[in-house]
């Protein structure tokens, strides 16, 4: 089966910390995904890459930046946390042109 | 432009009995429709998807859904409601035109009484 695995649980972060989020897939996929979702809101893209070093902003990517230095690994930074990015973050893997999404566990970050 | 109404946030039913969540799609484009599932404290699973092929798509675990071009809508049905069922379903669109980008429906918690 297919891994998609989110490094944190749950993390608790201060205003104005820098915050890494890291997301790692064991199949290969070619495209990575990095989601926030809301209660009532449901799921937002905020970053997605189609391939190593290849990023596309998504529809609310304001207050975040992403890496992928390796196929494998997709990372999400908040360059200085805000309580607005209090939420459950998602990360999802897939190959092109597929039209399954695998999703990890979700991050639930609290930022006071 | 894409977009996904679910019409309902919440959604009870009793054990047995039928289960109908709505979806309605906005799509400028041919579009994939899929219904993915989040139980509590899980990750998100595919249910079923439509492609263009069959309009009537049958999922897992006995759900199924219709596509219906003329009503822009993908409604998600089961005939008899189990409590495992209960979790939170979302519709999804994609279209053609961007396969990379999926967009999510605001979400309908499903809840089964016993």
């Known amino acids: 089966d297919v891994k998609v695995t989110q490094s944190s649980r749950y993390l608790v972060k201060r205003t104005g910390e820098k915050v890494f989020l890291e997301c790692v897939q064991d199949m290969d996929h070619e495209n990575m995904f990095w989601y926030r979702q809301d209660p009532g809101l449901g799921l937002r893209l905020i970053y997605f890459s189609y391939d190593v070093k290849m990023k596309e902003k998504g529809d609310i990517p304001e207050g975040y930046s992403v890496s992928r230095e390796k196929k494998e690994r997709f990372s999400l930074i908040l360059e200085s946390a805000s309580t607005n990015q209090t939420s459950m973050y998602l990360c999802?893997?897939?190959?092109?042109?597929?039209?399954?999404?695998?999703f990890g566990s979700g991050t639930q970050l609290s930022v006071l | 432009a894409q977009s996904v109404t679910q019409l309902d946030s919440h959604v009870s039913v009793s054990e047995g009995t039928p289960v109908l969540l709505r979806c309605n799609y906005s799509?400028?484009?041919?579009?994939?429709l899929f219904w993915y599932v989040q139980h509590p404290n899980k990750g998100l699973q595919l249910l079923l998807k439509?492609?263009?092929?069959?309009?009537l798509v049958k999922g897992i675990n006995g759900f199924e859904a219709e596509f219906k071009k003329s009503e822009t809508s993908f409604h998600l049905t089961k005939p008899s409601a189990h409590m495992s069922d209960a979790a939170e379903y979302f519709c999804?669109?994609?279209?053609?035109?961007?396969?990379?980008?999926?967009?999510f429906g605001s979400g309908t918690k499903l809840n089964v009484k016993p």
């Open positions: 999804v669109v994609r279209t053609k035109y961007n396969f990379n980008k999926f967009y």
């Open positions: 999802a893997s897939t190959r092109v042109l597929s039209e399954k999404l695998f």
């Open positions: 439509y492609t263009s092929a069959a309009t």
């Open positions: 799509s400028s484009y041919s579009p994939s």
